[in-house]
């Protein structure tokens, strides 16, 4: 550090030093233009996390379960001037080539009876309605679809959804905007809702953006204020600040060279840097200007970097190393943003003691001595007094750590998503809306692998549904069982899982293509999401309503179902046990009932049925005319 004084105290050396300086701050201001920006929120979870490849996994061969919800309202859901907005807002979002899929109800399909035979599979909304009848005509039909009443049209019919689904590997910001943009341009009057993750995110990065944009200008200027107040000196202010601007062009430069995004919380460095970097410059111009009282212009400088210089190196290693321990954590823009955090202090300590020394020399600046005015006088009689006073001042700060300590036991560390975002923001409004209208805009899924076209299987994946919408906070369940049996009514007039599975696999086959049963079950019948929504209100019922689902799934998971044999023994309990589960989900938006009531019924014995006359009048219609 003696040597480094020295040639900083020369005119020569001290010029290039400024100059190369410049010339990378001019380079980095360049580089940095390329940076790109980031708002997944799903790039904060564990990356090495099991249940989190899970979900990655899932969420790649399903497509995106990242769904953004359009809440709409509107004053009568059925009427051909709504339905036909509705058409074409579907359409256009249909036509973006980075969304999946697209479901509303003027595309959802439905399956009704063919007059020649077999299925007709057409949409549910097949004609837009001309006249007040056609429009009650359409409600009453669609009130009989259960899977779609309170899922994509509110049963009040003041309130209308559409689910877009982006494609795995998309640009979420992008595709948020363009939604809103798309459903506004579509309804202009009307009042809408965004929510699901893309919209949230969107939310939460332009939010947190625009309070860094504000914040980060007060921040400097309290800092320039300190500053001023301390060298009185406007030049040594901008000194200060140049140096920590330089290291975060640095930073950013990096990021934009290996492709690192700028993200939520790379978003708060700047104002970081400017806190804590400022202070190295800080303190190599407050000693130099108490040498500056006594010495020349080079000694001073030669003194600074000598005495001052290790102080500095010491104090800024230590934060460096500190913010580079971030890079122990398992996620990633935590990672990032130790690193990034941890380079732009180091930069900033190496300009302190180089490149501010360097502008000292050329300058020649004569900062008054900090300390000097009233405020150093002050703090220095505070100083004294605490000398004084040192066994009150310790039981207090004793008193003021342990409170700290107990204070911090107390803190919540569950993830709450809510806590993203003020309670009378978009998403917030967006959340009550799908709640109070839909029953909720959280879900969760649940993966299920088998042979899915055997209808055991399908029964099993029903009963397990069946079982979890029973569950408080469970607002709906829905599964390829539920699609499979609505096929089923058309084909037999009864919504059941068939019995065989050559009948099974002729549902399958009006199926195909279909990409919304696609988000329920793969291509290979192998693998089956349950997709439950959540009706829970904040965290604290989200969170019971998780554990009573992990608790239901748990003894199944990592296990196979096997069909008992007829008369193998707990055969008739498992059948009751099926058949108890079917019909208390059934009931279940007529009221509850006891189980045992719904056991009860089902073990009562099947009264003896005279068959016998059935038989005779029926031998007489196969013999007549009309058979």
Same mark, same amino acid.
């Given at each position: ?74 004053? =009568? ?13 579907t359409t256009a979002l249909l036509a973006m080539p980075e ?26 909304? =097949? ?123 640095? #930073? ?74 971030? #890079? ?44 000097s005015g009233p405020v150093g006088r002050t703090l220095g ?49 967006? =959340? ?167 056991? =009860? ?27």
């Open positions: 550090m003696r040597q480094l004084g020295q040639l900083l105290a020369r005119r020569g050396f001290a010029t290039l030093v400024v100059v190369l300086v410049g010339l990378l701050a001019g380079l980095c201001a360049w580089l940095a233009q390329d940076i790109r920006h980031e708002d997944d929120l799903l790039a904060f979870l564990p990356v090495d996390n099991a249940e989190i490849a899970a979900f990655r996994d899932i969420n790649a061969r399903f497509g995106g379960l990242d769904v953004a919800i359009v809440g709409i309202e509107v004053p =009568d859901a059925y009427a051909g001037t709504t339905l036909r907005r509705l058409d074409a807002l969304l999946d899929h697209v479901l509303s109800l003027s595309n959802v399909d439905d399956f009704a009876p063919d007059p020649m035979g077999g299925i007709r599979t057409s949409r549910l909304v =097949d004609e837009i309605p001309s006249s007040v009848d056609a429009s009650m005509a359409l409600q009453q039909l669609v009130e009989s679809r259960d899977h779609v009443v309170g899922t994509l049209v509110a049963r009040d019919g003041t309130a209308l959804v559409v689910y877009a689904f982006p494609a795995f590997g998309a640009d979420t910001r992008a595709v948020a905007l363009d939604i809103h943009h798309a459903a506004r341009a579509t309804f202009p009057d009307a009042r809408l809702h965004l929510g699901g993750a893309p919209f949230i995110s969107q939310y939460i990065y332009d939010t947190t953006q625009a309070d860094m944009a504000r914040l980060t200008p007060w921040a400097v200027l309290a800092i320039v204020l300190i500053l001023l107040i301390a060298f009185r000196n406007a030049w040594a202010v901008a000194l200060g600040l140049l140096s920590t601007g330089v290291g975060i062009l640095v #930073v950013y430069a990096t990021m934009a060279v290996l492709g690192m995004p700028l993200n939520v919380v790379l978003g708060a460095m700047p104002v970081i840097l400017f806190a804590v970097g400022s202070a190295y410059a800080i303190h190599m111009l407050a000693r130099y200007s108490v040498h500056r009282q006594v010495r020349t212009r080079e000694e001073a400088v030669a003194k600074t970097v000598r005495h001052t210089g290790p102080v500095v190196l010491t104090a800024g290693l230590t934060t460096a190393a500190g913010l580079g321990s971030f #890079v122990m954590m398992d996620i990633a823009p935590l990672q990032q943003f130790g690193l990034l955090t941890a380079m732009g202090v180091m930069v900033t300590l190496l300009l302190s003691v180089t490149f501010v020394p360097a502008v000292i020399t050329l300058m020649n600046l004569t900062p008054r001595a900090v300390g009689r505070q100083v004294a007094g605490i000398g004084r006073h040192r066994i009150p001042v310790s039981f207090l700060l004793v008193v003021v750590l342990g409170a700290s300590a107990w204070f911090m036991t107390h803190v919540d560390d569950r993830l709450d998503q809510a806590a993203f975002y003020d309670s009378d923001s978009a998403p917030a409004h967006a =959340d009550r809306f799908l709640r109070e209208h839909f029953g909720g805009s959280s879900f969760v899924q649940i993966e299920v692998e088998g042979d899915l076209s055997d209808p055991a299987a399908l029964r099993a994946v029903r009963q397990l549904s069946d079982r979890i919408a029973l569950l408080e906070g469970v607002h709906r369940v829905q599964h390829v069982g539920d699609v499979i049996a609505s096929v089923n009514d058309a084909m037999e007039g009864v919504a059941r899982i068939p019995d065989n599975g050559a009948q099974a696999g002729l549902l399958y086959g009006f199926l195909t293509g279909n990409p919304a049963v696609r988000q329920l079950v793969d291509q290979e019948r192998r693998r089956a999401l349950v997709h439950v929504r959540l009706s829970a209100a904040d965290v604290d019922a989200t969170e019971r309503t998780l554990v009573a689902i992990e608790q239901l799934v748990a003894p199944h998971a990592g296990r196979a179902w096997r069909m008992a044999a007829h008369d193998e023994a707990g055969a008739q309990e498992a059948r009751e046990s099926l058949v108890v589960d079917r019909i208390r989900a059934l009931i279940l938006p007529h009221g509850r009932v006891a189980s045992e009531r719904v056991l =009860d019924s089902v073990r009562r014995p099947v009264p003896a049925i005279p068959v016998g006359d059935a038989r005779a009048g029926l031998a007489m219609w196969l013999q007549g005319a009309e058979s």
